[in-house]
DNA sequence: CTTGACCTTGGTGTGTACTCTAAGGTTTAT
DNA sequence: ATAAACCTTAGAGTACACACCAAGGTCAAG
């Protein structure tokens, strides 16, 4: 399968597939004598995967990780990978944490703030940006 | 007030001050016949303001245009900054959603796997992410 | 046999918020 | 007078995950 054809089944760009390739996280089975990438089942599989990992969160280092990881199971534990999960999700957790920090606060800035279509003299999101210190702490 | 002075007081460094500078974020009041940054009062005041934009999540972008606003206050209304902040607020509330779809992932793929020392050959994680579709939908 | 759709490489651009470097000028203290 | 500590500029580098571009080669259909 040719590399148009590989992503529209896949639902992703060419340039992502060949992204991909240049940073070691999916290398097409073969190239046909025109040079041209030839994708197989193999690759599909694995591209699944990377999908898949993606999809709960993963970045493309961590990816790459657990890629070698799974090529040499063997040679790694159980542990590894939970710990490779645990940390992902800790670190998860802190940034929806300190999102949840901005979304407080944005919505009592809000809930001051009338809204209205008068001049923005005395609007109290800017008055409260001015003058208040703490607003987070 | 020279840079390192002021950057200190701010707890930023001198680096980001002429960042700010050169985004036209916040310009010292004066240079002095050396042509070194002065800052004064004026520009603390409206360092604090950035400072605490950020606080509660505002990107450098958004808070241009709070000080645009900020600075011909009556060339705007209450109108117009509630919505920059609900904007903002709202888009905080989709990344935090997206955030926790991953971290409930992340958390039953970490629950799957009994994280021994034992080889990763039968991973739940790992072939879970190999076998299963829709583990986010 | 030419058109159009596909493929190749290498390189640049995007957004965010800085951080660091090089090469040099100024100020302050000793 | 000289060294340390400060300041100046312009420009490059960082992380992330691609998107886009140019210049050219390949392949199937009409
Ligand atoms: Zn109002
Ligand atoms: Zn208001
Ligand atoms: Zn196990
Ligand atoms: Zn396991």
Redesign the pocket.
Known sequence: ???????NQLG??????????KHNLLT?SS????????YGEATLKQMKFILRA?NVG??????KELLQIKFKKHQHSCHEVKDLTIQKRDLVAERIAELTRFHQSLSVLADKCCGGQEPADNCSILTTLEDIDGLTQ
Do not use: W
């Not at 399968?1 to 992503?7: H, L, N």
């Not at 992703?12 to 390739?21: F, H, I, K």
């Not at 190239?31 to 030839?38: I, L, N, P, S, V």
């Open positions: 399968m040719k590399i148009g054809e590989f992503a992703v760009s060419t340039d992502t597939l060949r992204y991909y390739e097409p190239r046909t004598e025109a040079g041209y990438r030839d993606k993963f970045s493309l280092a961590e990816i």
